[in-house]
């Protein structure tokens, strides 16, 4: 299946949902008037693209129409689309051998950072890396275990320590590891932390000292993994968390969960954040690097 597919099929009730909308709006005409943008603002509020995306989007199609006098489909589709495109940024993973990069996975509960975190690894190992995961959310056996057993599938080596055990121990250790080994990759897998937990956020903090400190030359990227279907508390947890812990990217998880995946505008516009990866199911292959060109001409239907 191509990348294009990809996104086509995970965006599929989205697309589906703002389609039929905006047949509905220009059913028999195939124009667009004030009250029909009205309705298409609202239309993309409801797939979760936000309230100033949306707004700034239909503002530049009424921009467009008063320029260029073109209320069509195609014309306010085209406008609709260029302008959500330039909302978001993509940025594509690039680990390169010989050079150790470290990838830190935060997020709340339930979002999926364990099971990215296993794809990612299943991806490097693919293109010929050598990778170790660490498994630091020790607040919960299975969270431990469910990594281990990842580990198991995807044949990489996970550092875990018992429950209870501080987080930046593992950190240490693992880099300890991942340097004795030569590894290419070490992906640290975190507790599912509120964004309202101060002390859990400290211990975020912690762990990138521990970082900094035994790991000065790796590149580093703090990625937040963003459940789909969470709406716009995703904004929240972004902004919470680019406070707390400087973050380099957004992986976004579950778009083909609901007829919102128009969060992925939300939270690229909000925050100013790039995308850098895409989730569309359970298996290995269901992570996509982020191509906003695709995502876009996958979320609106066809001119």
Not at 85 to 94: N, T
Not at 195 to 224: C, Q
Request: charged residues 25%; negative net charge.
């Amino acid at each position: 299946m191509s990348f294009f597919q990809k996104f086509k099929e995970g965006l599929s009730k989205t697309r589906d949902f703002i389609t039929a909308q905006i047949n509905r709006m220009a059913a028999g005409f195939g124009v667009f008037d004030d009250d029909m943008l009205d309705e298409l603002e609202m239309t993309l509020v409801q797939a979760d693209c936000g309230v100033t995306a949306s707004m700034e989007a239909i503002d530049a199609v009424r921009e467009y129409i008063r320029s260029t006098g073109d209320t069509s489909r195609e014309g306010v589709l085209q406008t609709l689309a260029e302008t959500l495109r330039a909302m978001m940024v993509e940025k594509h993973l690039d680990p390169k051998p010989g050079e150790l990069t470290i990838f830190l996975m935060v997020g709340v509960n339930g979002t999926g950072k364990t099971t990215t975190s296993a794809k990612m690894a299943q991806r490097a190992k693919n293109n010929g890396l050598r990778v170790i995961m660490a498994a630091a959310d020790t607040f919960r056996a299975a969270a431990v275990e469910q990594l281990k057993t990842w580990g198991e599938r995807t044949q990489t080596a996970v550092i875990a320590h018992q429950t209870g055990s501080d987080p930046a121990a593992v950190v240490f250790d693992a880099i300890k590891s991942a340097q004795a080994r030569n590894a290419d990759i070490l992906i640290i897998d975190t507790a599912g932390r509120l964004h309202t937990k101060k002390n859990l956020m400290e211990e975020l903090a912690k762990i990138r000292r521990v970082i900094g400190r035994e790991a000065p030359d790796a590149v580093l990227e703090t990625l937040l993994v963003i459940d789909a279907t969470t709406g716009q508390n995703a904004i929240t947890q972004a902004r919470a968390f680019h406070e707390s812990t400087p973050l380099t990217g957004l992986v976004i998880t579950k778009l083909d969960g609901s007829a919102k995946g128009g969060v992925a505008v939300a939270v690229a516009r909000e925050t100013g954040l790039p995308i850098c990866l895409a989730g569309f199911g359970e298996q290995v292959d269901d992570l996509q690097d982020f191509d906003a060109d695709l995502f876009v001409k996958a979320l609106l239907p066809e001119s």
